[in-house]
């Protein structure tokens, strides 16, 4: 699906974060809202960044991976896409040195984030969306940015509720087919040792458990289960790479029930066995 090319003013194409403290119900919170660019963005010697707020970043301009821990699941974000990020989480994001890169950033306090979760302002479910680059959501975010910086402490917390309406908005959306991989990837990943329980990631999908095999496999060429069996693949492979781990640990870490399982679809897959494979790594 492509979206119709916005071309995004000038001035949006800034680095400028407004941060602010508001007193919301008897307890002050820190929220910051605003754009930044590749020139701006944090440069840890690891290359990654581990959260201490909760964040939600809206891709303006661009495409980057984005990496959760070393290790961790790789997803490419590009323009129009908006990414939820827990606080706590360790990443890194790389941003395309050809395509440039500009994002807005809305975040919050950890725990009053954890708030908003439990009463289901934010919906965690949503880690992707797909949006489009639209003119009048980024001038929102722009408003907001702008309340934040300018405005007297006593209409703050008018900006704050701006802030949760948004966010409730952006992460309550259906989902659109452009979401489905990346959610699907995520929940399969998360479960490899067990079997896909179609109706959780229906719900985690947003689309109804009788529409979700069929538009899987449109997507993507390949069933569920399949898709699910070549992740497990993967992570074997890097597995077997470290000699301490046996065949068995690795055989049931994917949830198959003895190693002639593991084998079977490791063959099928790659044309070897887990032995012959680990045999010419050393």
């Known amino acids: 699906m492509s979206d119709e090319l916005v071309l995004i003013p000038a001035r949006f194409l800034r680095d400028d974060i407004a941060y602010r403290s508001v007193s919301l119900t008897g307890q002050s919170v820190v929220i910051f809202c605003g754009f930044q660019t590749a020139d701006h963005m944090e440069k840890p010697q690891d290359g990654y960044v581990e959260l201490i707020q909760w964040q939600l970043l809206y891709v303006l301009e661009g495409q980057a991976v984005y990496q959760l821990h070393p290790n961790g699941q790789r997803i490419t974000i590009q323009a129009g896409d908006i990414l939820q990020i827990p606080a706590g989480t360790r990443y890194r994001l790389m941003p395309d040195e050809n395509s440039g890169w500009a994002c807005v950033r809305l975040g919050l306090d950890a725990n009053f984030a954890d708030q908003l979760v439990k009463t289901r302002i934010i919906n965690h479910d949503r880690f992707v969306m797909h949006v489009g680059v639209q003119l009048p959501l980024v001038e929102t975010f722009d408003q907001i940015t702008h309340a934040l910086r300018n405005s007297p402490d006593d209409a703050l917390p008018w900006s704050a509720l701006s802030a949760q309406q948004l966010i409730m908005e952006l992460t309550h959306q259906p989902a659109r087919e452009d979401d489905l991989l990346p ?23 947003h689309i109804p458990s009788s529409q979700l095999r069929i538009t899987f496999s449109k997507r993507t060429g390949m069933e569920l289960v399949e898709y699910q069996q070549r992740l497990r693949i993967d992570r074997a492979i890097s597995m077997l790479g470290d000699y301490s781990i046996s065949l068995e640990d690795i055989a049931h870490k994917l949830g198959y029930d003895n190693t002639g399982d593991l084998g079977v679809q490791f063959k099928r897959i790659t044309g070897q066995s887990p032995l012959q494979y680990r045999q010419r790594l050393f």
């Open 183 to 205: 959610i699907c990837r995520n929940y399969l990943m998360d479960h490899l040792d067990q079997p896909i329980k179609i109706e959780e990631l229906a719900r985690l999908s």
